[in-house]
């Protein structure tokens, strides 16, 4: 071969390396990168001034208000800021969340979940309080200040900017109620009461039921179930933040996981997972009105607005004479390269203040601010019940746990073996031993 | 191929007789136009399989998480996968589905070929109807495949009922949802159905007069002439079987996400969750990897074995 030949060895070498080179540049995970932006005053502007905010969808009547949202922002900061939301299927909202910040170019500002909590573990977003500081978000007369509590990571600071807040209740058809003659669920019921009370709203034709008179709703998620422990005086760990040990052996934490099994099986007063996923096929689950009660989200409540049936709540019902409901704080993660740092921070505090009456209105969160949950425009619309569970809330507990493996915890320990104790494969027992054995290995 | 092998390469052509020209030569113009045409597959290999592939090698020996840098692990992944129980739970999974929906599907594909190979009425709509399958999107075909595999409301269940059989619930019953995920797979036969529809047409009539001739019933000539004729498609149909059944991941992850308590967690799911749930990109990658080193000696098992029972035609077969 002549000198001046390219040999294909030589191509595919240097094609190679340059392929390689070329990757190990895409990866962006050289230890370099962009200096961190300098802690936010609240008053210097910061990054570029058109943001764009990333959440997840949450069907078209939220996903709408969120628009609508925006578009008063932008309103509001006219020749300062310009917003631009963006919407990703839960699913994928996370990895593409992940992908940016392995990209380096994290997104501008985007909704929060315990995912989330990772990234503060990482040091890759800011301490916010000195930016909260600013703001009536502070002041105890004015916002649930003390249940901001489990978000200070550092025990002292607020590292995602919160704007509403979500709890868990008991809904219930007030016509399947009324056409039974029997009365409506309030904040003196227990659930012994809901036991005695679902058969007599079960409808069945022939062996098949058509409606049942209770559903677990979220009392079939790991959260659901831990408030039941919590009413009856125990957890499943030590304590949400950072926990060191898990409880699940609890004798407490044990008996509220057979009392769920129990309505499913032995009682068999509620649907089992089977026939509940025959039910969210065919038609929907409590909406439909084939679910009489329901213990679930208040997130629900706008998707339940567009019911036939009249429906209201109530808080939810005491197990062992307590009702401790969970509670989750909605709000915003900044990153510290978030590339439109200000506006970010303006618009996460003006969801958390000036917006909050507009919220309350919207009837799709629910306000942090005291004024704005309690004002008549929440009120308006709201199904009956509301006001109770809303002051429920002072005796509420975060439903989630802060820790680096969660993630791998809630799906390979709690949701496999709740999954299990759900279809009867597993008693109380086993599943509290095995979620108890795995979920300390993966806490390690 | 006589005739092919008689044109000489054009660098080989007497040159003597003309002018020597400036610049590339004949056969350095072509070869350069040979990399320029090639050039965009090449770095399309390299820059999304080749690279992503040895980046992937790399990370397997690393802790990463996407949100910070790797760090070097050595062989920690490695080991740590191998004392994984549910890592192992996830390959016996994999196996039970390759081992069983491979050969059920390959067979159900070769029946089906024969019998569209045959003159039948109304052929060209049973070929569409039974190709139709393999074209769908897999999360589509899951998706109403999840309705059917219901246990309450399910159609499979409702004709099982008709038949006075209590359907089970295929797909939160530990014991089932693999047998109905294997069972779904069969459906996507098309694919493997048309490769042995094309491979029928080469096989030449008169073996089978001749088996005929010699008294072999229909079985017997299809067992003696349409599969050793038909095995280097069932060849070619075996590897890529076992390739896709080791990577198979929209169905489960649509039908089940791997439960129920891990009974249809097949390792591309599992490497899903360790990379896009747990953040654990390294982990994942070491998945990755094994699950390729298991590809790469099955297919060298099979190619190994092919003199055995692969039929290859040679001059003296003509």
């Given at each position: 071969?002549?000198?001046?030949?390219?040999?294909?060895?030589?191509?595919?070498?240097?094609?190679?390396?340059?392929?390689?080179?070329?990757?190990?540049?895409?990866?962006?995970?050289?230890?370099?990168?962009?200096?961190?932006?300098?802690?936010?005053?609240?008053?210097?502007?910061?990054g570029k001034t058109n943001l764009e905010i990333y959440a997840w969808t949450?069907?078209?009547?939220?996903?709408?208000?969120?628009?609508?949202?925006?578009?008063?922002?932008?309103?509001?900061?006219?020749?300062?800021?310009?917003?631009?939301?963006?919407?990703?299927?839960?699913?994928?909202?996370?990895?593409?969340?992940?992908?940016?910040?392995?990209?380096?170019?994290?997104?501008?500002?985007?909704?929060?979940?315990?995912?989330?909590?990772?990234?503060?573990?990482?040091?890759?977003?800011?301490?916010?309080?000195?930016?909260?500081?600013?703001?009536?978000?502070?002041?105890?007369?004015?916002?649930?200040?003390?249940?901001?509590?489990?978000?200070?990571?550092?025990?002292?600071?607020?590292?995602?900017?919160?704007?509403?807040?979500?709890?868990?209740?008991?809904?219930?058809?007030?016509?399947?109620?009324?056409?039974?003659?029997?009365?409506?669920?309030?904040?003196?019921?227990?659930?012994?009461?809901?036991?005695?009370?679902?058969?007599?709203?079960?409808?069945?034709?022939?062996?098949?039921?058509?409606?049942?008179?209770?559903?677990?709703?979220?009392?079939?998620?790991?959260?659901?179930?831990?408030?039941?422990?919590?009413?009856?005086?125990?957890?499943?760990?030590?304590?949400?933040?950072?926990?060191?040990?898990?409880?699940?052996?609890?004798?407490?934490?044990?008996?509220?996981?057979?009392?769920?099994?129990?309505?499913?099986?032995?009682?068999?007063?509620?649907?089992?997972?089977?026939?509940?996923?025959?039910?969210?096929?065919?038609?929907?689950?409590?909406?439909?009105?084939?679910?009489?009660?329901?213990?679930d989200g208040t997130w629900n409540i706008s998707s339940f607005q567009q019911?036939?049936?009249?429906?209201?709540?109530?808080?939810?019902?005491?197990?062992?004479?307590?009702?401790?409901?969970?509670?989750?704080?909605?709000?915003?993660?900044?990153?510290?390269?978030?590339?439109?740092?200000?506006?970010?921070?303006?618009?996460?505090?003006?969801?958390?203040?000036?917006?909050?009456?507009?919220?309350?209105?919207?009837?799709?969160?629910?306000?942090?601010?005291?004024?704005?949950?309690?004002?008549?425009?929440?009120?308006?619309?709201?199904?009956?019940?509301?006001?109770?569970?809303?002051?429920?809330?002072?005796?509420?507990?975060?439903?989630?746990?802060?820790?680096?493996?969660?993630?791998?915890?809630?799906?390979?320990?709690?949701?496999?073996?709740?999954?299990?104790?759900?279809?009867?494969?597993?008693?109380?027992?086993?599943?509290?031993?095995?979620?108890?054995?795995?979920?300390?290995?993966?806490?390690? | 191929?006589?005739?092919?092998?008689?044109?000489?390469?054009?660098?080989?052509?007497?040159?003597?007789?003309?002018?020597?020209?400036?610049?590339?030569?004949?056969?350095?113009?072509?070869?350069?136009?040979?990399?320029?045409?090639?050039?965009?597959?090449?770095?399309?290999?390299?820059?999304?399989?080749?690279?992503?592939?040895?980046?992937?090698?790399?990370?397997?020996?690393?802790?990463?998480?996407?949100?910070?840098?790797?760090?070097?692990?050595?062989?920690?992944?490695?080991?740590?996968?191998?004392?994984?129980?549910?890592?192992?739970?996830?390959?016996?999974?994999?196996?039970?589905?390759?081992?069983?929906?491979?050969?059920?599907?390959?067979?159900?594909?070769?029946?089906?070929?024969?019998?569209?190979?045959?003159?039948?009425?109304?052929?060209?709509?049973?070929?569409?109807?039974?190709?139709?399958?393999?074209?769908?999107?897999?999360?589509?075909?899951?998706?109403?495949?999840?309705?059917?595999?219901?246990?309450?409301?399910?159609?499979?269940?409702?004709?099982?009922?008709?038949?006075?059989?209590?359907?089970?619930?295929?797909?939160?019953?530990?014991?089932?949802?693999?047998?109905?995920?294997?069972?779904?797979?069969?459906?996507?036969?098309?694919?493997?159905?048309?490769?042995?529809?094309?491979?029928?047409?080469?096989?030449?009539?008169?073996?089978?007069?001749?088996?005929?001739?010699?008294?072999?019933?229909?079985?017997?000539?299809?067992?003696?002439?349409?599969?050793?004729?038909?095995?280097?498609?069932?060849?070619?149909?075996?590897?890529?079987?076992?390739?896709?059944?080791?990577?198979?991941?929209?169905?489960?992850?649509?039908?089940?996400?791997?439960?129920?308590?891990?009974?249809?967690?097949?390792?591309?799911?599992?490497?899903?969750?360790?990379?896009?749930?747990?953040?654990?990109?390294?982990?994942?990658?070491?998945?990755?990897?094994?699950?390729?080193?298991?590809?790469?000696?099955?297919?060298?098992?099979?190619?190994?074995?092919?003199?055995?029972?692969?039929?290859?035609?040679?001059?003296?077969?003509?």
């Amino acid at each position: 071969m002549s000198k001046n030949t390219v040999s294909r060895r030589i191509l595919l070498g240097g094609l190679t390396a340059a392929g390689a080179a070329g990757l190990v540049g895409c990866s962006g995970n050289g230890s370099g990168g962009p200096a961190a932006a300098p802690a936010p005053t609240g008053t210097e502007l910061v990054g570029k001034t058109n943001l764009e905010i990333y959440a997840w969808t949450n069907g078209p009547t939220i996903d709408a208000n969120f628009r609508k949202r925006v578009a008063l922002f932008n309103k509001e900061f006219t020749g300062k800021y310009t917003a631009k939301i963006n919407f990703l299927p839960y699913d994928q909202y996370w990895q593409k969340v992940q992908l940016q910040y392995a990209a380096k170019k994290p997104f501008d500002i985007y909704y929060w979940d315990v995912q989330a909590y990772a990234h503060y573990k990482k040091n890759l977003v800011f301490n916010e309080q000195p930016v909260i500081d600013t703001t009536p978000m502070v002041d105890a007369n004015a916002y649930p200040t003390k249940l901001y509590d489990p978000w200070k990571f550092d025990g002292k600071n607020l590292f995602c900017v919160p704007e509403n807040i979500q709890s868990m209740a008991m809904f219930y058809n007030k016509s399947h109620f009324d056409a039974a003659g029997l009365d409506y669920p309030d904040a003196t019921w227990t659930w012994d009461k809901v036991v005695e009370t679902a058969p007599k709203l079960q409808k069945s034709t022939g062996s098949k039921v058509t409606r049942w008179g209770l559903d677990i709703g979220s009392l079939g998620i790991w959260w659901g179930i831990q408030s039941l422990s919590w009413a009856a005086g125990s957890s499943f760990v030590d304590k949400p933040l950072e926990p060191t040990k898990f409880q699940m052996t609890d004798p407490k934490v044990v008996e509220s996981m057979r009392f769920v099994q129990d309505m499913m099986w032995s009682k068999h007063i509620a649907p089992r997972p089977d026939e509940r996923a025959g039910v969210a096929q065919n038609n929907g689950g409590f909406a439909s009105g084939a679910y009489s009660m329901i213990a679930d989200g208040t997130w629900n409540i706008s998707s339940f607005q567009q019911m036939k049936d009249k429906w209201a709540m109530a808080p939810l019902p005491k197990y062992e004479g307590n009702s401790v409901a969970p509670y989750w704080l909605g709000g915003w993660v900044i990153p510290r390269q978030s590339a439109a740092l200000s506006a970010a921070q303006a618009f996460a505090t003006w969801s958390a203040t000036k917006f909050q009456p507009q919220m309350a209105k919207d009837h799709d969160w629910i306000p942090l601010q005291n004024a704005a949950r309690e004002s008549q425009d929440m009120l308006k619309g709201m199904p009956e019940g509301f006001e109770a569970a809303m002051k429920d809330l002072s005796n509420a507990r975060i439903g989630d746990i802060y820790t680096a493996n969660m993630q791998q915890i809630f799906n390979e320990v709690y949701g496999k073996n709740f999954e299990q104790l759900l279809n009867n494969k597993l008693t109380p027992e086993d599943a509290a031993q095995k979620m108890q054995d795995a979920a300390t290995k993966l806490l390690g | 191929m006589a005739q092919r092998l008689a044109v000489r390469p054009a660098a080989e052509e007497p040159v003597a007789s003309t002018p020597p020209r400036r610049g590339l030569t004949m056969t350095r113009r072509q070869a350069l136009w040979c990399y320029v045409f090639i050039a965009p597959a090449v770095l399309g290999l390299l820059l999304f399989s080749i690279g992503p592939m040895l980046a992937s090698l790399g990370l397997s020996f690393t802790s990463y998480d996407m949100l910070t840098n790797p760090v070097w692990t050595g062989g920690d992944n490695y080991s740590a996968l191998f004392a994984d129980p549910i890592f192992r739970k996830s390959l016996s999974v994999t196996l039970i589905y390759g081992v069983v929906s491979v050969p059920v599907t390959m067979i159900l594909a070769l029946v089906l070929a024969i019998l569209l190979n045959s003159k039948l009425p109304a052929l060209k709509f049973f070929r569409s109807a039974y190709y139709l399958p393999s074209v769908i999107s897999g999360v589509a075909v899951a998706m109403v495949w999840k309705w059917m595999f219901n246990g309450e409301y399910g159609l499979i269940n409702a004709a099982l009922a008709k038949v006075g059989i209590d359907g089970p619930s295929w797909l939160t019953d530990e014991q089932w949802a693999l047998r109905a995920l294997i069972f779904m797979s069969l459906w996507g036969f098309g694919g493997t159905m048309l490769i042995y529809l094309a491979g029928l047409q080469g096989v030449p009539k008169e073996l089978y007069e001749a088996a005929k001739v010699d008294g072999a019933s229909t079985f017997r000539q299809h067992l003696h002439v349409t599969v050793p004729m038909l095995s280097s498609v069932t060849f070619f149909n075996l590897i890529m079987g076992i390739i896709n059944s080791l990577q198979v991941f929209a169905e489960p992850f649509v039908l089940t996400q791997g439960g129920p308590n891990n009974s249809t967690l097949l390792l591309s799911v599992y490497l899903y969750q360790n990379a896009f749930q747990y953040l654990k990109m390294g982990y994942a990658s070491a998945i990755a990897w094994v699950a390729f080193a298991i590809i790469m000696v099955l297919t060298l098992l099979v190619f190994r074995s092919m003199p055995m029972w692969v039929h290859t035609e040679t001059e003296d077969d003509r």
